[in-house]
Structure formats: C-alpha cells, structure tokens
C-alpha cells in the first residue's frame, strides 16, 4: 500500500500550483547562485531573490544551477535579509521518472495482465482516499473503516489482476480469513501491551491537531490490517496458483495429496518471507535501531518503549498474519479443485 500511496500523491503533485504566496511554499528553478543568495524563476517568469541557508541553524541546502527548489516568504526579523527563503528540493520530477519506467518496466514484462492490476491499483487509490481518509477524518473508527473498505478492495484487485477463477476465489476467501485473525490479533496486542499509537512523531502531530476526534490507536490497528493486506494478495495467489497447476498437472490427485505437496513449496515460501519481512522492517527502521544500540538503558526498558514495542508488535501481528495465509489458502484451494477434474 506505501506505492499506492505514493503513486497518487504525484498526481496532486501534478495539480496547477498558484503564484508565489507568503504562507505556503512554491517550486521554482535556479537561475543563478551568488554565495547565501540564489535567484529563482518562478512558473509565471518572475525571478525572486532568496536566502538558501537557515539562519537558525546555519543549513545550507546548497542548491546548484537548473535545480527545482520550493521558496517561501522569509520570516527572519532581520531587516536585511532577503524577503524569501529556499525550504526545499523539489523532487516530484524525478518521482515521476521513477514512477514511469516502473510503469514501463511492468507493462512491457506483464503486458494485459499488468495493465490490469495497475487498474486496480488506481481503484485501490480512489477507496482509500475517497472512502477511507475522509471517514477517519470525520471521525468514524478506524478499523471498522479499513475492514469495509479492504472488503471493496479485495475481490476489485483480485479479479483484475488474476482474472475470474477457482483460484482467484480461494486466494480471496485466504485472504479475508488471514485478514480477521491479524485484526483479531492486533486488537489483542495492541491492548495487552498498552499502546497507544501515539509513538511516532506523525501519530502524536495528528493527535495535536485534531484532538479526540480521531482514535489514533484505532488508527495504528487500521495502519496493521492496510499493511498486512498488501503482502496478502503475492502469499495467497502463489499458494492457489500452486494447488491448481498440480491439479492440472495430475488431475487423480486427491485433497490430501495436493495439501501435502502445495505446502512443502509454501513452506519454502514461509521461510523465505519471515526472513523478507525482518529485512525490510529492519532497513526501515536503522536509524531508530542505531539510536537505541547506543543507549545505557537496560533490554527490557528499551522494548518497552512505545516506539519499539509499537513496531514489534506490527510486525509480528502481520508476519503471523501472512504465515497462517499459507496453509489456509492451501486447504480452500485443494479443496475447491479436488471436487472438480
């Protein structure tokens, strides 16, 4: 879900940006770069004079020739200082390279079938931000929010990407299965350990922003279920896929023959994913490790720091999530093909 998210934010990245405005930043490009100063052309042609290092903390952002930069109104009480300040590098054009030799790469090697499931991917983008986000914000629960929508999603992005078959229908019904037990899970260990969402810094800005209105460790458990449904969909269409081709293969295979021989490849899958997922969880998270490793603070006070135990138990919750979705794929698969040669 992170490249979905992603994905549509450069489409508001792409929406018409207003001149040059005193309390929100707008991008230019650098024209010329005199010692602090820089000179910027705006997108209506003026060029405007701003200060590229933060006096406050004497940052220099060092921008260079042709580089796309946001400017805003300098708020410095010195009287000399230049009326504008550089806050940031513009990067939406090389996102939206990124995003369209990712596109290319895809629909070159996956062709309809890629084209598909970028289809559902833009459906997924409208739920979540037409259905999802709004609801939330007006205040509704989370998780009942996220499970509503993920029941849209679900069979839209299955079908589109799978087509209509017995085995785009076991890996839909895995998946709703390995979806309520991860939520019934993460409602457990959430509350067991006391958490209360607000340990990232995002969690506690929207809590100061909004207040009561939001449950912010509803939230958490939504952002655990959202999560867990983005890696469901490549674990239960590989085990259904697996137990329909050996059906083809050999159409005498019994219930009990296709389970046995479907789960000594996903239990290969199994290993290979905990190990991908304590990866991927740990890059994402080496500046927090490395800020803890240096610390005097005995092991256990250090897990049970909000932070720490709000990313342990995500990441177990999910991984055991996503484990269980194997073998439950498995049997719905094996037992759907074995009644029909």
């Known amino acids: 879900m992170r490249l979905i998210t992603i994905l549509l934010s450069f489409t508001l990245l792409l929406a018409p940006r207003p001149a040059l405005a005193t309390d929100s930043p707008v991008?230019?490009?650098?024209?010329?770069?005199?010692?602090?100063?820089?000179?910027?052309?705006?997108e209506n042609d003026e060029v405007v004079t701003a200060s590229h290092t933060y006096s406050s903390q004497s940052i220099s952002l060092s921008p260079q020739i042709g580089d796309a930069v946001f400017i805003a109104s300098n708020t410095s009480p010195d009287p000399i200082a230049p009326p504008y300040i550089v806050t940031d590098f513009s990067r939406t054009r090389p996102l939206i390279l990124l995003t369209i030799i990712f596109l290319v790469v895809t629909l070159t090697i996956t062709r309809f079938w890629g084209l598909k499931s970028f289809i559902g991917m833009i459906f997924s983008f409208y739920l979540i931000f037409k259905m999802l986000l709004p609801q939330i914000m007006a205040g509704q629960d989370p998780v009942l929010v996220t499970i509503v929508?993920?029941?849209?999603?679900?069979p839209a992005t299955?079908?589109?990407?799978?087509?209509?078959?017995?085995?785009?229908?076991?890996?839909?019904?895995?998946?709703?299965?390995?979806?309520?037990?991860?939520?019934?899970?993460?409602?457990?260990?959430?509350?067991?350990?006391?958490?209360?969402?607000?340990?990232?810094?995002?969690?506690?800005?929207?809590?100061?922003?909004?207040?009561e209105t939001i449950n912010i460790r509803g939230l958490l458990l939504a952002g655990i279920i959202l999560g867990t449904l983005g890696v469901l969909d490549d674990v239960t269409i590989s085990q259904a896929a697996i137990?329909?081709?050996?059906?083809?293969?050999n159409p005498k295979l019994t219930?009990?023959?296709?389970?046995?021989r479907a789960m000594r490849v996903g239990h290969d899958h199994i290993s290979s994913m905990v190990n991908t997922l304590v990866l991927v969880y740990t890059g994402a998270s080496l500046p927090l490790l490395l800020l803890f490793l240096d610390t005097s603070q005995p092991l256990?006070?250090?897990l049970s720091s909000p932070i720490i135990a709000e990313e342990i138990?995500?990441?177990?919750?999910?991984s055991i999530g996503l484990v269980l979705a194997v073998p439950l794929t498995t049997i719905i698969t094996a037992h759907f093909v074995a009644r029909h040669r």
């Not at 078959?165 to 979806?179: F, H, P, R, V, Y």
């Not at 219930?255 to 046995?260: P, R």
């Not at 138990?313 to 999910?318: C, E, I, N, S, Y």
């Open 27 to 42: 991008e230019g490009r650098v024209v010329n770069v005199t010692d602090d100063l820089v000179q910027v052309k705006l």
């Open 300 to 302: 256990n006070v250090v």
């Open 243 to 249: 137990v329909t081709e050996l059906k083809d293969s």
């Open 149 to 154: 929508t993920s029941l849209f999603i679900i």
């Open 158 to 211: 299955f079908y589109l990407s799978h087509g209509i078959n017995k085995k785009t229908n076991s890996a839909i019904l895995g998946t709703i299965i390995a979806l309520i037990i991860t939520g019934l899970l993460a409602t457990f260990f959430v509350n067991l350990a006391h958490l209360s969402g607000l340990a990232s810094e995002e969690a506690g800005f929207l809590f100061a922003f909004m207040g």
């Open 255 to 260: 219930f009990s023959d296709l389970y046995t």
């Open 313 to 318: 138990v995500r990441t177990l919750v999910g």
